[in-house]
T-cell receptor, first 112, second 113 residues
């Protein structure tokens, strides 16, 4: 079974700061997902990546398959970025549907 | 706005009640999922449907009964729940092919009295 570890668990930043959240996993995966969950509960998929780097607006996700490590970066952070960020990895399951193994999440608070 | 719609958004029920949670998507996804999430914890997978057939049941108690009547709908029937079943219940969908993101609904917040 894959173990997914995130750090830090909690992060408080000032508006405008550059933020990094880290994720490590223990065994090979088919893809890694970064998810965002706001206090209301809904989860948004930010990135899915299996190699290299992806960028969307102020968000950047990188993955190093050899090191079994991924990072989520937020540039020019804003209070609206405050949310829980969850790393999850895909593993093959029966029926060709993909199960996600989740990290414990990082609570990010960006202060104005 | 989320593309996966869950109803109701909130539900309060007694331990003897029977209720159902509903989930709907029109993205043509043939994999659908139920998750349970307790406060400050990550989601826990409960059930996976693939092509309208139950493919994974993560040892969920029988008081939770999933149903997938068609490719757009997923229900979770609840009966004789316990207080510890109070949680956020999330539905998600995805394409069945490899390496596709899951699209989540906003969840149903369930409280058992």
């Amino acid at each position: 079974k894959n173990e997914v570890e995130q750090s830090p668990q909690n992060l408080t930043a000032q508006e405008g700061e550059f933020i990094t959240i880290n994720c490590s996993y223990s065994v090979g995966i088919s893809a890694l997902h970064w998810l965002q969950q706001h206090p209301g509960g809904g989860i948004v998929s930010l990135f899915m990546l299996s190699s290299g780097k992806k960028k969307h607006g102020r968000l950047i996700a990188t993955i190093n398959i050899q090191e079994k490590h991924s990072s989520l970066h937020i540039t020019a952070s804003h209070p609206r970025d405050s949310a829980v960020y969850i790393c999850a990895v895909s593993c093959i399951s029966s029926g060709s549907a993909r199960q996600l193994t989740f990290g414990s999440g990082t609570q990010l608070t960006v202060l104005p | 706005d989320t593309e996966v719609t869950q109803t109701p958004k909130h539900l309060v029920m007694g331990m003897t009640n029977k209720k159902s949670l509903k989930c709907e998507q029109h993205m043509g996804h043939r994999a659908m999922y139920w998750y349970k999430q307790k406060a400050k914890k990550p989601p826990e997978l409960m059930f996976v449907y693939s092509y309208e057939k139950l493919s994974i049941n993560e040892s969920v108690p029988s008081r939770f009964s999933p149903e997938c009547p068609n490719s757009s709908l997923l229900n979770l029937h609840l009966h004789a729940l316990q207080p510890e079943d109070s949680a956020l219940y999330l539905c998600a969908s995805s394409q069945v092919v490899v390496n596709q993101p899951q699209h989540f609904g906003d969840g149903t917040r369930l409280s058992i009295l």
